[in-house]
Every structure is written in C-alpha cells, then in structure tokens.
C-alpha cells in the first residue's frame, strides 16, 4: 500500500544518516552471551557476530544520561529485508484497485441527487479529516500479494526506503532476533531469553521523531507519522472525528489497530443505546407527576411504617420517602421492560455487526488469509519439561513434553485456588452486609439531624464507597494469584498462557466488581422475615430491608457510584501514572544535564526515558472495556443511564489512550492479529448473562410485576383487560401489611413509642409484604395476593428469556459474517489478482522478446 508524503526534520543529536527501526538496550554490568552462528543479529560490546543478517546503524553508544548503559541500533539491509519478507509471506502492494459501481435503477438515480442535493446545504462530513488539509492521510487502495524476490518487478516500488513500511520493518527484525543462536546449546536462541536473563535490559522499535513541530500540520506538513498520529488523533482538538485506522495499523500494527477498531464500534454502537437509555429516564422524568404509586407515596400523611432497625430507628410515616419513590419512578417505570428487551438484542447486534466490522478491516489490511505461526514454546515449559520429550507432529521435531497426569493435577490445584479467590470476595461481600446491618442503627442514633432522617441512604453511600475501596485493594492481590496459579499451570505456548490469564483475570475481577451489586440487586431485603419474627445474621443482627419505596434506589445508587468511580480511577491510572512517572524523569534530566538537555539527545535515548508498554500488552485496556460492556448490559434495568455514561467515558478514554500510545509509551513492537482473541467469547458470555440478569431484576428488584397482578386481579381494572394510572389507584395501601407493635421482639421493640411524633402511642405500623392481619384467623401467614405475585414473577422470568434469545437467535442468523459486497469484492479480487499476474509475465516475456529482436537487428548491422 502506498505511503504518505511526509517529510521527517533531522533529530538533533543522531550521529546517523536515518534512524534504525530497532534499539536494545544492553546492561554492562551483566555480560552478553556471545553471539555465535551464521545469522547473528546484533552487535555486543564484548563480541561480534561473523555473518550478520542485520546491521548497526552506528556503532555502540553509550547513554549520554548513564554510563552504565549502551545503545545498540539495528537495522535490516534492503536485501534482508526482501528475503524475510518472503519467508515471511508479507504482503505487499502490486497494483492499484479500481471499482466498478453496479448499475442502478433510475429510480434510486433521482433519490441520489436528491439528497445530494439536501446535503449541500449541510456541513461537509464535520467527523472526518479534509484529505486536502492533510494529505496522505489513509494509504491508497492496492492490490496485494505475497511478496516474491523473483516477481519483485511485479511490485509497486517506488523508494526502497518506504516500500517497507517502518512497522514491517520492525517485524522482521524481531523475527529475526527471536530466531538467531546466541551461544552453542539446545535452548539458546532468541532476543526474549537474553531479555529474560537480563542480558539485555530493554528492546524496542523507535518512534519517528517528535510528535511536536514547531511548524503548523496545515501549511508545513507532518514531520513524521508520529506528528501526524498526534495532530490527527492523539490531540484533543479532534475528539470528535473518526479514528485514522489505517495511520494506527501502519504505525504500532494490525493488532493495536484491532483494538482501537473495536473500541471506536463499541463507542460508536453505544450511542443508540445511550440516546433509548436517556429517552427511558425522560419519560420517567415528565410522567412523574402522573405516577399514581409516587402520589399515594407522598400522600401518605397516615401511613406509619414499622422501623427499619432494631431499637434506634423510630416509626416513619410513609410520606417521609416521597423523594425515594420519584427517584425510583425515574428507573422503574414502563418503559424499564422495553428498554432490558432493547438492550439485550443492541448486544447481540453490536457483536454480530463488528463480526461484519472486522471481516472488513481484516480483508483491508491483507489478513483474510493470515495465519498465525505456530508459537515458540515458553522457555519456562522448557526448563520445567526437557528431560521428557516427545515428537513433534508438525515440524518433526523433538520437543518437551507435559505428562498428562501432571497437566490435569496442576489444572486442579488451579481450580482450587480460582474456587478459594472467589470465597474470599463472598467474604468481602459478607463482610459489606455486617457493616451495613451495623451502620444503620449507628446513623440512626446519629446527633445530626440529616444523617439521622437519611439512615438508611448514608449507610448505603458509605457502603459502596467503602467497597469501592476494597475492590481496589482486591484487584492488586488478584493479580498476583492470578499470575502465580497461571505460571503453576505451566501453559504450553505464549498464546495459551495469555489466554488461561486472561480468563483467571477476568473471572476474578468481574466477581470482584459485580458480587456486592448481586447481592443488593437479588438478596437485598428478600431473607429478613417479618416484624416480630425477623431472621438474624448469626442470631444477632437483623438482616438490612429495603427502603419503603423499594430496593432498585440502593442498586442505582451502587452501580451509579461504583461506575463513576472506577472509570475515573483508571483514566487516571492509564494517564496520570506515566505522566507523573515521565515528569519525574524529565525533571531529574534538567537537574542533571540542564534545561536543553533533551532537545540534544538522540531519539533512542529520549525513547528509553519514556514508560515501557506494560507486560501484559493490551491486556489492561481490554479488561477495562469488557468490564464495563457488563455493567452496561448486565443490569442496565436497573439503570438506564449506565449505556451513556460509558459513552462519555469512552469518548475521553479513546484519546486517553492515543496520547498515552504516542506521546508516553515506547513504541510497541508492531504485531499482527485477525480478531480480539477470546475476549470475543466473554463479550458472548456476558450478552447470555445480561438477558438472565435483567430478567431477574425486572421480576425481583423492582415493582413491574406487583403492579401489574395488582392493575389486572386486585385493582379498580380487575377483569377489565385494562391497566393504567388509574387502575393503580390503592396500589400502595394492597402493598402493605400491618403490624401490631405488641407483638415486637424485645430487642427489636423501638426505645420511643411513636407518641413525640404522632401525639399518641404507635398501636400497628405497616411493612413491605403481602400478609394477613394480626386478627385474622392466620395472622402474618401469606395472602393469596403473594402467591399470586411470585406465579407471576415466575412466569414473566421464563417468558422474557425464552423469547429474548429467540431474538438474539433470530438476529445471529440473519445478519452474515461476511458483508455481500465484501464477499463480491473478495471473489472478484482473487480473479483480477490471476489475471494481472498472468498479464504482467506476458508483458515481461513480450519486453524481453522485444530487447532480444533489438540486439539482433544491432548485430546482424554490425556486418558489413
């Protein structure tokens, strides 16, 4: 694909006619294993290769910061670089592409101008970049093929320079360096175990100067694809324009520009779903006034609720929670079920339409038909195994060998130790409820008036606030075990020891995160019995109820806090820390070195001071999506403002990381990658998990179902067919039951008989339940109302899942993977590829058939 016309200003302080695309740094006070073999790849400082396959740029420098520290730059020769790149099977552009448009129907000729002409009137695409202002922005569109040192004249070869672009580059000498011999022996090959062994301290591609220019993008140009990533991207100035995939894949690899593909769908997808989560909050908004439920609430001067708390919480009257109940309306209203419907089948057509996204970007950036080298082995796995070896069915070769016994033994104890961890965030979680059972009383008992008039709000505040704080805390210890039971498992290959991390980080992490919202949502108020009869948590505490308007406000309260304050602590993680961590090392160069210091350095020492990608590569800023992929989707009826909350997040997270990537981390080695690898399947998992969760929420935190058996078999509508506001009307007072106060506990009964509130002693107060009276024949037993109520929930749980899936179903087989077009073009190319092919050798048999009769006519002129 053709490159960009950029030109790039001298770096001030290299001593080299260009840059090398590959730097190590290497330790002196740990000496090199001498590289010895016949495709020696670097140069040390104590010994040099005999037939080197790479070449140094320059010789040896040391650090011009620490004298402990030498440079070592890497560069391949045209002539190496042609070579790999056909072991490699890199493709390469050979011809331009031309597309022919279908012919269309006059009808749809006429729609066209038309709207064309409407559009005139419209700003001009205002979210993509002006080609004209900044030129050479996405590549040209070319065919591709293999490439091959004896068709090269095949190949569109305009510079030798740019023909391979910089990531390319980069790829093969790594390859490379991973395959090279360093020392006489079985095991020691490869650029990662001299890492590993400390040998070398760092390696790394280098970025292509300054991302800034004293000179403005629009009239002077970019320096260099760094400056044009960051003017076009990484700059905040361009919030709100698409992504330049192509600049991204052509400058960190196909795998980094997967992930920000991705990121840009899922940004991009949210906004549907923030815009329908929105519209269900305004209508809650503007039909408040309208609620009967809120209005009897608020109405309720008579009502006196029984305490909420053992002893220090007093009576209530139920219009004390008229605010409660309007805030409740906001997310429990009509519109809750459709939108759980919506958001269930928005998940299920945001993974299958990015099935379609990536077919897309992996037929454009040529990895249709790539495929995946088979992994190194692991030098742990080696170490552990290489006493028991076993041939290789694929390459022949003898390899170590993990016994099968000892595989399924290790995957126990790791089982075991995954099973524990989750214990301990049950523990945790346990540990929350204690608090909150103990702190409702304290702040009921508080001297200040609004703690004590909002117990139960206060104690729920602090009690996602606090564990918040213990999530944190967690999450450091997680990833330790995680890693610990990962290496204990002693995974084969590179590839398998990511993935089994990944799952174990994942799994801990999201029940870390969602077990405390779980309970709130499911246990909340379900177990704690009646008044006078109250179930106890270790025979002592009384279990925590709901609020008198319901439960959904502390699960709103809970997911809104935790959201907020989780996507703020990782920007800031993702951000704040390298900038901190750069600022410090900037600061400590001026003390040391002046204040021009750094202008004078070279690039790979200003590239060195930089962070390095951290170790697990895009593993934290996949975790931190998908994470928040299920608190959008897994209880979004409960809150349907989590979709848009994401959507600003994300919109601050995509230049968040595009800065962080070009201006505060070395360049990662460019890698490439057809698809998400198995966070897809979690996605997949999680879309499953939201349809039983919203389900459950529907039917079991709010007050959806209660009001409809009661607005068709108990309201004033019963047998009408009919409900509405006004089929609810004595809703509040058939959701009550009462309690006579003579029948509390004695550590139960309230310090305070009601008299300094109400003028007299309190004689019944009402509770959240569906029971008799005290003076019935049953009294406190359950009314057929309740089981009517739970028929229901029940019914509706079954009903909702099997038909939701039979969407998602339906929706999945309906949408292809691969787009039609796509796969004409795909048919098309592969035929037009044959062809070309077949003309271009027909041309170059005909221009040396050609030369061959000019040299005959020169030598038969010769005679005379």
Partial sequence: ?????????????????????????????????????????????????????????????????????IFLKLNAPWDVLCRYAELMNIRMPFRRKIFFMHRRHKFMSRMEKRINKVRGWLPRKPMKFDNDALPGLEENESFTAPFSRSRIHHFIIHNRDTFFSNATRSRIIHHILQRVKYEEGKNKMGLNRLLSNSSYEAAFPL???????????????????????????????????????????????????????????YTGMLFPAALVGLLVFLYGFFTLEHCQVSKEICQATDIIMCPICDQYCPYLRLSDSCIYAKVTHLFDNEGTVFFAVFMAVWATVFLEFWKRRRAVLAYDWDLIDWEEEEDEIRPQFEAKYSKKERMNPISGKPEPH???????????????????????????????????????????????????????????????????????????????????????????????????????MF?????????????????????????????RLINRWKLEECHPSGCLIDLCMQMGIIMVLKQTWNNFMELGYPLIQNWWTRRRLRREHGQKAKASFPQWE????????????????????????????????????????????????????????????????????????????????????????????????????????????????????????????????????????????????????????????????????????????????????????LAAR?????????????IKTLIAYLIPDLPKDLRDRMRREKYLIQEMMYEAELERLQREKNEKKKKDRAHHKEWP
Wanted: hydrophobic letters at 40%; charged letters at 15%.
């Fill in 402 to 504: 993990q016994a099968f016994s000892d595989k399924y033994s290790r995957l126990i104890v790791s089982a075991s130790g995954i099973f524990f961890m989750i214990l301990v965030v049950i523990a945790a979680v346990f540990g929350i409820v204690i608090y909150r059972v103990i702190t409702v009383s304290t702040f009921a008992a508080f001297g200040w008036a609004l703690i004590r008039n909002n117990s139960q709000v206060a104690t729920t505040g602090t009690a996602v606030c606090i564990n918040f704080c213990m999530i944190m805390l967690l999450n450091v210890l997680y990833e330790k075990v995680a890693l610990l039971l990962t290496n204990l498992e002693q995974p084969r290959t590179e590839s398998e020891w990511e993935n089994s991390f990944t799952l174990k």
């Fill in 606 to 789: 200003r590239d060195y001071n930089l962070q390095p990608m951290n170790a697990y590569g895009l593993f934290d800023e996949y975790l931190e999506m998908i994470l928040q992929f299920g608190f959008t989707t897994i209880f979004v009826a409960a809150f349907p403002l989590a979709p848009l909350l994401a959507l600003l997040n994300n919109v601050i997270e995509i230049r968040l990381d595009a800065y962080k990537f070009v201006t505060q981390w070395r360049r990662p080695l460019p890698s490439q990658a057809k698809d998400i690898g198995i966070w897809y399947s979690i996605l997949e998992g999680i879309g499953i998990l939201s349809v039983i969760t919203n389900a459950f929420v529907i039917a079991v935190t709010s007050d959806f179902i209660p009001r409809l058996v009661y607005a068709y078999k108990y309201g004033p509508c019963a047998g009408q067919g009919r409900s509405g506001e006004g089929c609810m009307i004595g809703y509040v007072n058939a959701s009550l039951s009462v309690f006579r106060v003579s029948d509390f506990e004695s550590r139960s009964q309230p310090m305070t008989n009601g008299s300094e509130l109400f003028g007299e002693a309190v004689k019944y107060c009402r509770y959240r339940d569906y029971r008799e009276p005290p003076d019935s024949a049953d009294p406190y037993s359950y009314t057929l109302q309740f089981w009517h109520v």
């Fill in 794 to 806: 029940l019914a509706f749980i079954i009903v909702f899942e099997h038909m939701v899936f039979a």
């Fill in 507 to 535: 799994l801990f992490q999201f029940v870390n995160l969602n077990s405390s919202t779980f309970y709130i949502a499911f246990f909340l108020g379900r177990f704690t019995g009646r008044p006078g009869a109250y179930l």
């Fill in 1 to 69: 694909m053709g490159q960009s016309p950029i030109r790039r200003a001298p770096t001030a302080g290299e001593s080299c006619s260009s840059p090398p695309p590959h730097t190590t740094r290497q330790r002196t006070d740990v000496p090199p294993s001498p590289p010895v073999g016949r495709q020696a790849s670097w140069r040390s400082a104590r010994s040099k290769p005999r037939t080197p396959a790479l070449k140094t740029m320059c010789p040896p420098s040391a650090s011009l910061t620490n004298s402990d520290v």
């Fill in 207 to 265: 970025h292509e100067g300054s991302y800034h220019s004293k000179n403005s993008i629009r009239t002077h140009g970019a320096e260099n694809h760094r400056h044009l990533l960051y003017e076009c991207w990484a700059w905040w100035g361009v919030w709100y324009k698409y992504q330049p995939l192509d600049l991204i894949r052509r400058y960190f690899g196909e795998k980094i520009g997967l992930y920000f593909a991705w990121l840009g769908w």
